[in-house]
């Protein structure tokens, strides 16, 4: 059994179908720049995660050294040192989908122009 085809509606061809790339690449630009700002937002966290990490950590190392009681929080330090490797890997993963978000806004706009260049060129009358 064979899917079913789509016709194409009277006045159809490649007019509309540029028309129609064109509202889609108009649509998908938004949620493309969206998607970029929250990445940028979380990799932002990220990193104020991790210089928090850092700063507590140094602050128990210094605890530690300053305490006459043997305390023992080596173990505590691991464990921030543990999440701290945590995030960067993280924010390694959250940079690189964000360079792909990059790279897809840039094929969105510069497919964007193409098109509009096309309908221009092509005499198209939004009539």
């Known amino acids: 059994r064979q899917p079913p085809r789509v016709k194409m509606a009277a006045g159809s061809g490649p ?32 990193v104020e995660l991790r210089e928090h ?16 009681v043997a305390l023992d929080l080596d173990p ?11 995030v960067v890997l993280v924010n390694n993963i959250l940079q690189n989908a964000q360079e792909r978000l990059r790279r897809l806004n840039h094929s969105v706009a510069k497919e964007t122009v193409r098109r509009r260049a096309m ?7 939004g009539k």
């Open 53 to 68: 990490i850092d700063s507590l950590a140094t602050e128990l190392c210094r605890i530690n050294e300053d305490q006459k």
């Open 119 to 125: 309908l221009e060129a092509g005499g198209y009358q």
């Open 15 to 46: 007019g509309a179908r540029e028309l129609f790339a064109e509202g889609l690449l108009q649509f998908l630009r938004p949620a493309v720049r969206q998607l970029d700002r929250h990445v940028h937002s979380v990799r932002e966290s990220q």
């Open 76 to 86: 505590y330090v691991k464990k921030l040192l543990n999440a701290r490797r945590r």
